[in-house]
């Protein structure tokens, strides 16, 4: 017989700082390229949500495939800062600082969603 899915107040602290820290990254990247761009990007915005409710799934694939496609994510940010600076065009400080803030927000999701605590929760709810 299944569990009983416990709730989001129940999780054990380590776990709800990882999922959390998941949505603010995905919040954090997609209101500031609205900001910066006026625009939101349907690919990012589709990615966003299904990460985020990959993550709140519970399922320990799920929690390897956040953290893989968090980390592409900042890697792919960390390209864009570097062809901007290479590129010769304008860059401002604003610019610079959102990009940095969400690689650093989505390498801390990952790290959140990699330690012990999260693994063995995930596990225990795959039983």
């Not at 910066?36 to 966003?48: D, K, P």
């Not at 980390?71 to 600076?85: K, Q, S």
Request: aromatic share 18%.
């Amino acid at each position: 017989m299944r569990q009983v899915r416990p709730k989001f107040k129940d999780f054990p602290p380590g776990v709800r700082n990882a999922m959390i820290s998941v949505f603010v990254a995905w919040g954090f990247f997609i209101g500031y390229n609205l900001y910066v761009t006026g625009t939101i990007s349907i690919y990012h915005l589709t990615m966003g949500m299904l990460v985020c409710f990959a993550v709140f799934s519970l399922k320990g694939w799920t929690r390897i495939f956040v953290v893989i496609y968090n980390l592409i994510m900042a890697i792919m940010i960390g390209f864009e800062i570097y062809y901007a600076f290479h590129s010769g065009s304008d860059f401002s400080i604003i610019l610079f600082a959102g990009k940095i803030i969400s690689i650093v927000l989505f390498i801390i999701s990952s790290v959140l969603l990699l330690r012990d605590d999260v693994k063995q929760f995930f596990q225990e709810q795959n039983r």
